[in-house]
C-alpha cells in the first residue's frame, strides 16, 4: 500500500500497540500455560473483561494512607506509556519523541514506575504489602548492576546507547548473531525479565503464597479502579520489557522500516507474536522448574550478573 | 652408544612390570640387578656424551642431560640397594611387590625424563613421576601417609596444569619460527636462539618456573614437600629427595636454556633469584625448628634447590658447573642421610628427635657415616658440597648481585646451625647427658648390611667428588655449562 | 567499537564454545553435590570436544576430528565413570561447602577470572585468524579451576578441579597449538587417564585412612 502514517502516528501508535496489545498478550500466555497443564483455561479476552469490572467497582482506602497511595497508580500507569515512546517497538528508526531518552532513561523511568507503588504498598501499614514492597525494593536493587551491565554491552555493541541502533546491528550480518558478548547479555537480559515481571523461579502468579509473594503482594491494599490502574500497568510492564529483549537482543525482525501502513501494521503483529513466543517460553520454564527459595533468588541474580559481567569481559579483546 | 640410551629406558620398566608377578625374592633380585646395571650405564653412557649429544628416535642425551641421568641413577641403585635391607623378606607380599614394582616404575620415569627429546614428552615424563611417587609415598596406607600423598598430589598436579599452559605457550610461540605443525624436540628449540617472540615466551617462563618449580619445591610453592618426604617409606624418600627434585630442576634448566637468549638474562635471572633465595631463607629458618628426623632432611632439601636455583640465577659458567656438580653431590649427600636417618629410626622405633639419643654407641656403622653425611650436607670440607657451593658463590662474582652471595652465605650457616644441633643431640650426647629419662634404648648393633652399604658408597662418592673430582667429569660438567649458556 | 567491529562467525562461535565452559566451571564451583560436579565435568568435556570439531571443521583437519573423538571417549565417558564409581564406593552424596560460603567463593571466582583473562589477553596472541579472546578465556578458566581445587575441603571436587583446569589447557591448546602432533595430544590424554586412576586409588587410600572424603580434617602435618 502506498499509504504512510504521519510519524507522530506511529509513535502514537507504538503507545497504543502497547497499551491495548498488553492484556491480550497476558491472555494468550495464562491460555497457553492452561492448555499444557491439561485444563481448559480462561477466555483469551479475559483480562479486558478484568479490566472492565474493576474500573466499575468501588474502591477502598486504609485508614492513614495518604495522597500517594492515590496517585501511584496513576503515575506508575503514566510511566508506562512513556517507555514505549523511547524503545523500538514497531519500528527500526528513530521517531520525534524517541530521542527523549536512552535506553537508560527508559530504565529510570520503569524504576520510577516501582518506586512509586512500592511507596503506595509501604503507606497502607498492612503487613504483607510492606512485605512485598521490601522485597522488591531489595531485589530491585540487585538487578541494578545486571541491567547496568547489559546496557554497557549493548552501548559497546553498538557504539551508542540507541536502542534503534542495537536492533540494526544486530540485523546486519550473521556474525554479530553469534557474539558471545551479544548472547551472553541477550541471556542475563531474559534472567533479569523474569525477575521483573515476577515468574517463576522467582515467584509464583498463579497462587496468592503470601509467603512467597515479591511483586504482587503490593497491590494487596488497592481495589477497584486503582487496582484496574495497576493491574493494567504490570501486564503492559510485562509487554515492554518482552518487546526490549525481543527487538534489542534476540529477535529484531519484522519492525518497520518505513512509514507505510502495511509495514506498520505487519510491525505490530509481528510484534504480538513474539511477545507470545517469549510468553511460551515462559511458561514452559514455568512448569519445568519450581520457585526458588527467598534467599536464593539472589544467587539466581548473582548468575544473572556473572553472565553480564563475562558479556563485557569478552568485548575487551577483540573477540566479543 | 644409542644402544645405551634405548637399554636405560627399557630395563627398569621391564624390572618393574615383572616385580608385580614374580615371587617377592626375584622380584628383589631384579630390582637390585636394574638399579646396578642403570647406573654403570648411565656412567658409561658419559662416554659417548662427551663427542656430542646422542640421539635416537625421540631420545636425546647431552651432557647436561648425563648430568641428572647419572644423579638419579645414582640414587635409584642406592635406593633398591637399601630396600632390600629395609622390607624384610617376612614382610606382606603384596606390600613388597608395591613396593618394588613401585620403585622400579618410579626410577624408571625418573631417568627417562632427562633422556626425552622434547619439551611435552618431559612433561610427560614428569607427571609419570609424580603420580607414580604419590602413590609410593602412600604404599604405608597410614592416615599420614594418606594424607600426605593427597597434600603432594594436588599441589604437584596443578603446578603441573601451569607448566602443561607453560608447553603450550612455548609452541605458539615456536608456531612463528618452525610453522604450525612441529615436534617441539630440544633439539628445534634450543636452535631457535633468539627468533622466538617475546610476549608469549615470557609468559611461558614465569608459567614454568611457577609450575616446575612446585615440583622443585620451591618456595612458597613447596607445602606439600615435608609431608610426602616424612611420610614415605626411606627408599621413597631418597629417591624423591635425591632425585626427583633434580629432575624437575633440569626442566627448569631446559626452559632456562630456551628462554634465555629471548628474556635476556637479567629477566631470567631475577625471575629464579627470587625464588631461591626465599626458598632458601625460609627453609635454613624452618630447619631450626624441626623436631621430626626426617622432615628436617625435607627441608634441608628446599634450601639446598634454593642454592641450586641462585646458581642458575648467576648465570655464569663458573656457577652453572657448580650448579650441576652439587645436583650430583646433593644427589649422593641427601640420599645417604635418609638411608641413615632410616636405619636410625629403625633401630630406635621413633623419629622425634628429643627422644633419640647416644647413636654413636648404637650404631657402630652408620651413625659415623651419618654425622659425615650431615656434615657433608651443610657444606664442610674434604666433601663434594663444599665445592659446589663455593663454585657457586664464586660464579657470582661475575654478575651483579653481592648481597646474593651473602644471603647464600647466611642461609647456609643457620641450615648448619639447625643440623648440626640435630647431629649433636642424637648422635653424640648420651641419654643422661641429655637428661632424658624415658627414651629409647635399643641394642647395639646395625639392622642390616644391605641398608649400611649404600651409605658407604654414597660417602665415598662425595669424598672423590670433594677432594678430587676426574678429569672427565669436570670435562663434561663444563660442557654442560657451556650449553646453558 | 561499532557495528563494524564484530567478529567473523567462526570466532564467535568459538569464543561463545569458550565462554560455555567458564560458565561451566563457574557452575562446578557452585555446586554441591558430588554427582552433578561429575556431570558438570562431562558436560564441559564435551564442549571442548564440540570446540575441537568446530575448528577441525573450520581448518579441514581430520587430526583434530580424532583428537575430538577421543576426548569424549576420554574425558567424557571414562573419567565421570571411574569418579562416579570412587564416589559411589566412598558412599557420600554432599561435597560439603568448602572453606568458604558460595557467595564469597564466586566473588573470587570472578576476580581471578578477570585476572586470568587480562593477564593472558594482553598478550595479544592470535591463532587461526582468531583474536586473543579465546585464550583469555582459556586463562580464566583455569584461575577459576585453581579457585575451585583451593576453596573446595573434599578430595572429589579437588581432583574434579584438577581435571577442569586440564580442559581449560585444552582448550588453550586447541586455539594456539592446533598443529601439535596428534601423537604429543594423544600423550596429554592418556596421561590424564593415568592420572585419573591414580587420583582415584588415592582417594579410595583417603577414604579407607581418614573415613570420609573431606580433607578440612587432615591436619595432622604442620610446620
Known sequence: MGLEIAASGVQALQVATVALGAPWVSGVIARVEAVVQGRHGPRILQPYYDLIKLFGKESLRPAGAGAIFLIAPFVAFACYLTVPLLIPILTTFGLPLGSMGDILGGAFVLALAAFFVSVAAAETGAPYAQLGASRTTTFSALTEPVLLFVIFTVGLLSGTDLPYKMAETVTSSASQLVRPAHLLASVAMFLVVLVETGRIPVESHRSTNELGMIEHARTLEHSGPYLALLTWGSQMKQMILYALLLNVFVLPWGLASDRAAGSVVWAIVSLLLKCVAVGVVVTAIDNSFSKLRLFKITEFIAAAFLLAVIAVLTLYLGGG | ?485 | ?223
Open chain 2, 1 to 485: 652408544m644409542a644402544a645405551l640410551l634405548i637399554i636405560i629406558v627399557i630395563v627398569p620398566l621391564v624390572a618393574g612390570c615383572l616385580a608385580f608377578v614374580v615371587p617377592t625374592r626375584l622380584a628383589r633380585l631384579i630390582t637390585f640387578v636394574s638399579g646396578l646395571s642403570c647406573l654403570a650405564l648411565a656412567v658409561a653412557l658419559g662416554v659417548g656424551v662427551h663427542v656430542g649429544p646422542v640421539t635416537f628416535g625421540f631420545l636425546r642425551a647431552d651432557a647436561l642431560s648425563w648430568v641428572f641421568l647419572v644423579a638419579t641413577a645414582f640414587v635409584y641403585a642406592t635406593a633398591v640397594t637399601y630396600a632390600i635391607g629395609y622390607q624384610s623378606p617376612a614382610s606382606a607380599t603384596s606390600y613388597q611387590h608395591r613396593l618394588f614394582a613401585g620403585l622400579n616404575i618410579f626410577g624408571w620415569a625418573m631417568l627417562c625424563a632427562p633422556l626425552v627429546n622434547g619439551l611435552a614428552l618431559l612433561w610427560v615424563a614428569i607427571e609419570v613421576t609424580t603420580v607414580v611417587s604419590a602413590l609410593l609415598v602412600a604404599v604405608d596406607r597410614t592416615p599420614r601417609a594418606s594424607e600426605a600423598a593427597w597434600k603432594y598430589v594436588i599441589i604437584a598436579s596443578a603446578g603441573l596444569g601451569i607448566a602443561l599452559f607453560a608447553t603450550i605457550l612455548v609452541y605458539q610461540a615456536g608456531t612463528q619460527v618452525f610453522g604450525e605443525s612441529y615436534d617441539l624436540t630440544l633439539t628445534q628449540m634450543i636452535g631457535a636462539g633468539s627468533h622466538l617472540p617475546v610476549a608469549p615466551i615470557r609468559l611461558a617462563f614465569l608459567l614454568a618456573v611457577l609450575g616446575f618449580g612446585t615440583k622443585v619445591g620451591l618456595v612458597p610453592v613447596h607445602t606439600w614437600l615435608p609431608d610426602a618426604h616424612t611420610e614415605a617409606p626411606t627408599p621413597v624418600s631418597a629417591m624423591l629427595s635425591g632425585s626427583l627434585l633434580a629432575v624437575s630442576a633440569y626442566a627448569v634448566l631446559r626452559y632456562v636454556q630456551i628462554c634465555r637468549p629471548v628474556l635476556g638474562a637479567e629477566f631470567t635471572g631475577a625471575v629464579l633469584m627470587i625464588f631461591g633465595v626465599i626458598s632458601l631463607l625460609v627453609a635454613a629458618f624452618s630447619i631450626m625448628l624441626q623436631r621430626d628426623l626426617k622432615r628436617l632432611l625435607a627441608y634441608s632439601s628446599i634450601e639446598h634447590m634454593g642454592i641450586v636455583c641462585l646458581g642458575i640465577s648467576f648465570g655464569t659458567p663458573l656457577a652453572l658447573a657448580g650448579v650441576l656438580l652439587h645436583v650430583l653431590a646433593h644427589a649422593a649427600a641427601k640420599g645417604n642421610a635418609f638411608y641413615g636417618a632410616g636405619v636410625v629410626m629403625h633401630a630406635y622405633g621413633t623419629k622425634d628427635i628429643d627422644r633419640i639419643h647416644g647413636g654413636l654407641d648404637v650404631l657402630p656403622w652408620t651413625a659415623p657415616l651419618f654425622v659425615c653425611t650431615i656434615f657433608a650436607l651443610c657444606g664442610m670440607p674434604p666433601f663434594g658440597m663444599v665445592r659446589s657451593e663455593f663454585m657457586i658463590i664464586a660464579g657470582s662474582v661475575g654478575s651483579t648481585t653481592r648481597i646474593v652471595a651473602i644471603v647464600v652465605l647466611l642461609g647456609s650457616t643457620v641450615a648448619f646451625l639447625g643440623l648440626a644441633r640435630v647431629v649433636t643431640r642424637t648422635m653424640f650426647l648420651t641419654a643422661s647427658v641429655a637428661g632424658a629419662v624415658d627414651a629409647p634404648s635399643p641394642r647395639r648393633g646395625e639392622p642390616s648390611a644391605w641398608m649400611v652399604a649404600p651409605m658407604l658408597a654414597g660417602l665415598a662418592v662425595l669424598v672423590v667428588l670433594g677432594l678430587h673430582p676426574p678429569a672427565a667429569l669436570t670435562d663434561l660438567l663444563s660442557q654442560a655449562a657451556g650449553e646453558l649458556m
Open chain 3, 1 to 223: 567499537m561499532g557495528p563494524d567491529g564484530a567478529p567473523s562467525v567462526l570466532n564467535g562461535t568459538v569464543d561463545t564454545i569458550a565462554v560455555v565452559v567458564l560458565l561451566a566451571e563457574f557452575a562446578m564451583l557452585r555446586s554441591t553435590l558430588l554427582r552433578s560436579q561429575i556431570r558438570l565435568y562431562a558436560a564441559q568435556s564435551f564442549v571442548v570436544a564440540v570446540l575441537a570439531a568446530v575448528l577441525a571443521f573450520a581448518d579441514n583437519s581430520y587430526e583434530l576430528l580424532i583428537l575430538a573423538a577421543l576426548s569424549i571417549g576420554l574425558k567424557v565417558i571414562a573419567v565421570p565413570v571411574v569418579m562416579s564409581r570412587t564416589v559411589r564406593r566412598a558412599g557420600a552424596d554432599v561435597a560439603g561447602a568448602g572453606s568458604l560460603r558460595a557467595a564469597s567463593s564466586a566473588l573470587i571466582a570472578l576476580v581471578a577470572a578477570g585476572f586470568g583473562f587480562f593477564a593472558v589477553g594482553r598478550l595479544g596472541l592470535q591463532a587461526h585468524g582468531l583474536s586473543p579472546t579465546v585464550l583469555a578465556v582459556a586463562g580464566a578458566i583455569i584461575m577459576v579451576a585453581f579457585v575451585l581445587m583451593t576453596v573446595r575441603t573434599d578430595v572429589v571436587s579437588q581432583s574434579v578441579g584438577f581435571f577442569s583446569l586440564e580442559n581449560g589447557v585444552s582448550v588453550a591448546s586447541l586455539v594456539v597449538a592446533a598443529g601439535m602432533p596428534l601423537i604429543l595430544e594423544v600423550a596429554f590424554l592418556f596421561d590424564l587417564l593415568v592420572a585419573v586412576v591414580v587420583f582415584g586409588v588415592l582417594i579410595r587410600v583417603h577414604h579407607a585412612e581418614q573415613g570420609s572424603l573431606s580433607t578440612s580434617d587432615i591436619t595432622a602435618l604442620r610446620g
